[in-house]
């Protein structure tokens, strides 16, 4: 097995706002579309649903219009496998299908009902963030002033994920919700698209403490290419992603340190990165640096070894 997993990307929020584009062309208006991930030699990508700040009081209706959109126009498509199991993502792999993960982030939609939450479990969601960059019912994200952590029902949410074998995912919660979050689960968690604060200080990346411990919990964290997390001036090159995939690596641990694009949900890029099949050179770039072992573990193993030990074993 060789390839590689990227832990998120936000086509499904671009496919809400324009139902025009479409996933299986490659001229689609998308970064991450079905041919450029063959193209790229993809395992699995996961899919966020993202409720955009524009949208008036979020709910319900539309994560379910994202989980929809997911299994027509993503999961639908020939050749790929929507994965609600450990055994669907072995089994997609195996029969050389492009497995496809739906999260969600931010809990806003949910309006704090673990009904809600269970319906999503149901229709497939297998990951979930607490927020975006600001507050919502569940918790602060990294760009609310106050930096508060977990609400009561915040807290009630991470015990009912851990009950129902949805992982939690820490990207854009703010450091406090963090470490509320750390102590309340059972179960190890992801930081999807994030990178590392001490090379670059955005708010949204996370510092050496959170990395470590994201590795001693057994989680994984995926590396983003937005320029403003890789440069303090925001002309990244892929040799700033190669930084932070190195320096994660040496405070969380190699087996903690894998992908996560954000493709399609940032305007700006990196040369020679923007979207999937340029992972050809980021993996030039790594090889260099890296031993094969290391390159295959960020490219695909980590990701792939997490969710096989995480994904629920049945989808009930």
Request: with cysteine.
């Amino acid at each position: 097995m060789s390839g590689i997993i990227d832990g998120h990307c936000d086509v499904l929020s671009k496919l809400m706002l324009d139902p025009g584009l479409d996933f299986g062309l490659n001229e689609s208006g998308l970064d991450v579309t079905l041919p450029k991930l063959r193209q790229a030699g993809a395992l699995m990508q996961c899919f966020a649903i993202w409720i955009p700040e524009t949208v008036h009081d979020p709910g319900m209706k539309h994560l379910l219009s994202g989980v929809e959109l997911f299994w027509e126009r993503i999961a639908g498509q020939a050749g790929m496998k929507g994965v609600r199991t450990a055994e669907d993502l072995r089994s997609a792999i195996e029969h050389g299908q492009l497995a496809a993960l739906l999260t969600v982030e931010g809990a806003d939609g949910l309006n704090g009902s673990m009904d809600h939450l269970r319906t999503l479990f149901r229709q497939g969601v297998r990951c979930l963030g607490l927020t975006w960059n600001y507050a919502n019912w569940a918790a602060d994200g990294v760009a609310e002033p106050r930096k508060a952590g977990l609400t009561v029902k915040g807290r009630r949410l991470v015990k009912e994920c851990n009950h129902l074998g949805i992982i939690m995912d820490v990207s854009h919660l703010a450091e406090r919700g963090f470490w509320e979050l750390d102590e309340l689960s059972d179960k190890p968690f992801i930081a999807s698209h994030s990178n590392v604060l001490e090379l670059c200080g955005h708010p949204r990346n996370l510092n050496k403490r959170q990395i470590a411990r994201i590795g001693e919990r057994g989680g994984v964290i995926g590396i983003n290419y937005y320029p403003p997390f890789l440069s303090s001036d925001a002309n990244a090159t892929i040799d700033h992603v190669v930084r932070h995939i190195e320096k994660a690596c040496e405070w969380g641990g190699e087996r903690a340190v894998a992908l996560g694009s954000d493709f399609d949900g940032i305007g700006k890029k990196v040369e020679g990165l923007e979207d999937p099949a340029g992972i050809a050179r980021l993996s030039e770039a790594l090889a260099k640096r890296l031993s094969d072992d290391q390159v295959e573990r960020i490219l695909y193993r980590n990701w792939y070894e997490f969710f096989v030990t995480e994904l629920p074993k049945s989808e009930y």
